[in-house]
């Protein structure tokens, strides 16, 4: 076990569209918060998921607390330039003047990398703000967006590095690098199902993940079923759905789910071997699942998710 | 103009829903039915290649091989690829750039290098231009476009506009004025102070570059504006249609009214929405009525009874999410319920199988294939 104040102050979370990214991240912020560490958790890209799932509306640019030692913000590219040029510079006025401007805004969209760099950058801030002699905040949960930009943003402070060359900028990004690219300091968690498809993704995404492969902690494997049945009572016992009407059917619709089991475990053995890292099987809480109807999440549920990835076992 | 006799379809929704795998099981699906398909994928991963067997996708078209898979010979014909936007990119420069050498100068900036795969939006605006070039070449009968979630989707819906916006010498007006060979000037008035704030943020020589990018592109300009408006046209075509991908979680039908708004908004053409990953009911099955003669007997018709209630409980839920989507979308949309299949999808028959659920291109186009 880790003494949670040396684990990583940073926990990006990334994956597959779709995949659980923003309940993973909410369950671990939740949990950290509920055993006493201030925690932040970051919205990326302008998505505003989070509220949502705890039962609230609206999130912005402006921390929202959800519950006691656990706040949200939604990052947008657009409020993180605004954030950074106006800490730059100064002059509110000058920011409007360039980056409000009609032609100078589209250009200022185009400078590659900038958009990821600036969230980034706020990340990195938060992990830095200071409050009564000490951090403000112990964890911040990055909910970062899916692979291809996902890996875009991890990457974003180096490839600014790499086009400014000099300049205070360049200098800012490198500071940036330095914590977010080293592992005492930033974990990244991969979310993953388990399906072929979405597992080779993952695969994929880890190898691409190239120098930032050392701040794997782990993989969830999100949504797994649990087994209706062991394997042998089933041989043994499901001759009798012979005499049973529907009989193929019933007995092709326990099979599916005993398939699908079999699935996630070669799944996890699959992602254990291609990356090294320990793979978490996390259920599927259909009865929870805000999926369907859009209800919040229940903070039972979340807790339960939490505990199945054993923060404290990733060393995080 | 594009030529006038292909069609497109779009297939547009939030992460994860589908968008690839019914985009290549309708590509096949138009495909047997006699039709020339190419099937473009937007996605950086592999999956389509995954998908639809063919190893490794690049830019360039590789044909499924429907005849010695199927064995049967509709006529048609099954391209798949997977977008490289840097070579697009490089490709269009070499094309639209008045002479060789002032392609290499774009070529050979650095910015470009950058800007070509990471500016954002390029790699959708890549996707347009190689969607036209495919649309152009008259190969082929339809287009189907596979696209990233939505968010993104919706930049690459505009990417055109944009980019050609940002490729407006405007930009190079406020941002420096060559003066001469090798220097630069910053303009009067307010464009020296934007000028010197973009140089204290990002570095005099980055600026120098930059300016130098979009001086050297210039020539390019005329050129790419026509190719954006002829993309513009496209998109919004009479015999184009977007198909709307959700899943029947909330949240994925919350971002295809999303979308459907900005359709009507850009005023692209709907196709109707695809409910993809439908639970069927379970066949029907009474415990009561059964007691096995072992113990293994009762706990299979336990295993029975409770794989019968989840998927009960699974459909009942997923039947009340089509409804909503039905009521919330517009009135007489159509409306195609694609089911959950069982087992991995990279397998060619379970696309295949997909098809069985999916629009064909009379429903799409109408019995004229005009779309009217
Ligand atoms: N373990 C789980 N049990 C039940 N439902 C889940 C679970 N994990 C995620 N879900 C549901 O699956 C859907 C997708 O989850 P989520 O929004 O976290 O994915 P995401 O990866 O953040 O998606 P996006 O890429 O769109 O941001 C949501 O409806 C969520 O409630
Ligand atoms: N009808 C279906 N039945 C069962 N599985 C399906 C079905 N449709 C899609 N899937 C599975 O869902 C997963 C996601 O599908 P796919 O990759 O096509 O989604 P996508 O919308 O393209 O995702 P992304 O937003 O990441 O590009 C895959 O594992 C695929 O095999
Ligand atoms: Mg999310
Ligand atoms: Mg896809």
Redesign the interface.
């Given at each position: 076990m880790t003494m949670s104040g040396q684990a990583p102050r940073v926990v990006l979370v990334t994956g597959?569209?779709?995949?659980g990214k923003t309940v993973v991240s909410a369950s671990l912020a939740l949990h950290y918060a509920s055993i006493g560490l201030r925690t932040v958790l970051v919205e990326t890209?302008?998505a505003t998921?989070v509220s949502a799932l705890f039962g609230r509306t609206g999130s912005g640019y402006a921390l929202t607390e959800l519950r006691p030692r656990l706040s949200t913000l939604s990052l947008t590219p657009e409020a993180a330039i605004e954030d950074y040029?106006v800490q730059?510079?100064r002059f509110k006025r000058?920011y409007t003047?360039?980056f409000k401007?009609r032609?100078?805004g589209?250009?200022i969209?185009?400078?590659?990398?900038l958009?990821d760099a600036v969230q980034l950058g706020k990340v990195f801030d938060l992990s830095r703000e200071r409050r009564a002699g000490g951090h403000a905040w112990d964890r911040v949960v990055v909910d970062a967006p899916?692979?291809?930009?996902g890996l875009?943003m991890l990457g974003s402070a180096r490839?600014m590095m790499?086009?400014?060359?000099?300049?205070?900028?360049?200098e800012g990004v490198k500071q940036v690098q330095d914590v977010i690219g080293d592992p005492r300091h930033t974990a990244v968690l991969l979310v993953s199902l388990a399906?072929?498809?979405?597992v080779?993704?993952t695969i994929?995404l880890w190898e691409r993940l190239g120098e930032s492969r050392a701040l794997l902690r782990g993989v969830a494997l999100n949504l797994c079923l649990p087994s209706?049945?062991?394997a042998?009572?089933?041989r043994?016992?499901?001759?009798?759905?012979d005499a049973?009407?529907?009989g193929a059917?019933?007995?092709?619709?326990?099979e599916?789910?005993l398939?699908r089991v079999d699935q996630q475990a070669a799944a996890a053995e699959r992602l254990h071997a291609a990356t090294g890292a320990p793979v978490r099987a996390l259920s599927d809480l259909?009865a929870a699942r805000?999926?369907?109807?859009?209800r919040p999440w229940a903070e039972p549920d979340l807790l339960r998710l939490a505990a199945q990835l054993d923060p404290s076992g990733l060393g995080l | 103009m594009s030529a006038p006799h292909t069609r497109v379809l779009v297939c547009c929704g939030?992460?994860?829903?589908g968008k690839t795998s019914l985009s290549a099981a309708l590509a096949i699906k138009l495909a047997r039915s006699g039709l020339r398909v190419a099937v473009l994928t937007i996605?950086?991963?592999?999956?389509l290649a995954?998908?639809l067997g063919v190893g490794a996708l690049g830019n360039d078209a590789r044909e499924v091989p429907l005849r010695a898979l199927f064995g049967d010979d509709g006529g048609g014909r099954l391209d798949a690829l997977m977008l490289d936007a840097r070579s697009t990119f490089d490709n269009l420069v070499r094309r639209f750039a008045p002479d060789a050498r002032a392609a290499q100068r774009v070529l050979d900036n650095r910015?470009y290098q950058?800007?070509s795969t990471?500016?954002?939006?390029s790699h959708e605006y890549m996707a347009m231009e190689r969607l036209l070039e495919l649309v152009q070449s008259g190969a082929y009968d339809v287009v189907v476009l596979d696209t990233?979630?939505t968010?993104?989707a919706l930049d690459f819906l505009r990417a055109p506009e944009?980019m050609s916006?940002?490729m407006?010498q405007?930009?190079l007006?406020?941002?420096v004025m060559p003066a001469g060979v090798g220097g630069w000037r910053a303009l009067e008035f307010?464009s020296e102070?934007?000028s010197s704030?973009?140089?204290?943020?990002?570095?005099?020589?980055?600026v120098g570059e930059?300016a130098e990018f979009f001086d050297a592109f210039r020539g390019l300009g005329d050129g790419m504006r026509q190719r954006s408006l002829a993309v513009r046209a496209l998109l919004r075509a009479p015999t184009t249609r977007f198909f709307l991908v959700s899943?029947?979680?909330?949240?994925?039908r919350?971002e295809a009214l999303f979308f459907l708004a900005v359709l009507r908004e850009e005023r692209m053409p709907f196709g109707g929405f695809l409910i993809n990953r439908v639970a069927a009911a379970?066949?029907?099955?009474s415990r009561g009525e059964?007691s096995?003669?072992?113990?293994?007997?009762?706990?299979?018709?336990?295993?029975?009874d409770?794989?019968?209630a989840?998927?009960a409980?699974?459909a009942a839920?997923?039947a009340?999410?089509v409804a909503a989507l039905r009521a919330e979308g517009p009135a007489g949309a159509a409306c195609w319920l694609v089911p959950e299949q069982?087992?991995?999808?990279?397998e060619l028959s379970a696309l295949i199988a997909l098809g069985a659920a999916l629009p064909d291109a009379e429903s799409v186009w109408g019995a004229d294939g005009t779309g009217a």
């Open positions: 597959k569209g779709g995949v890209a302008g998921n040029v730059q510079i000058l003047m360039v401007n032609v100078m589209p250009f969209d185009a400078v590659p990398g958009h899916a692979t291809g930009h875009t490839s790499e086009l400014t060359r000099a300049g205070p900028l360049h399906e072929g498809l979405p080779n993704e994929e209706p049945i062991g042998a009572d089933w043994d016992g499901s001759g009798v759905l049973v009407p529907n059917a019933l007995r092709g619709l326990v599916r789910r398939q259909r805000d999926g369907l109807n859009g | 939030s992460g994860g829903v996605d950086p991963a592999r999956r995954d998908g910015y950058f800007a990471r500016l954002g939006g990233p979630p968010r993104h944009r916006g940002l407006d405007g930009v007006k406020w941002l307010g102070a934007v704030v973009l140089k204290a943020l990002l570095g005099e020589g980055t930059i899943s029947p979680a909330a949240a994925a919350a379970p066949p029907a099955f059964w096995g003669r072992s113990p293994a007997e009762a706990l299979a018709l336990d295993a029975v409770a794989q019968c989840e998927q409980d699974l839920a997923h009340k999410a069982s087992g991995e999808l990279h």
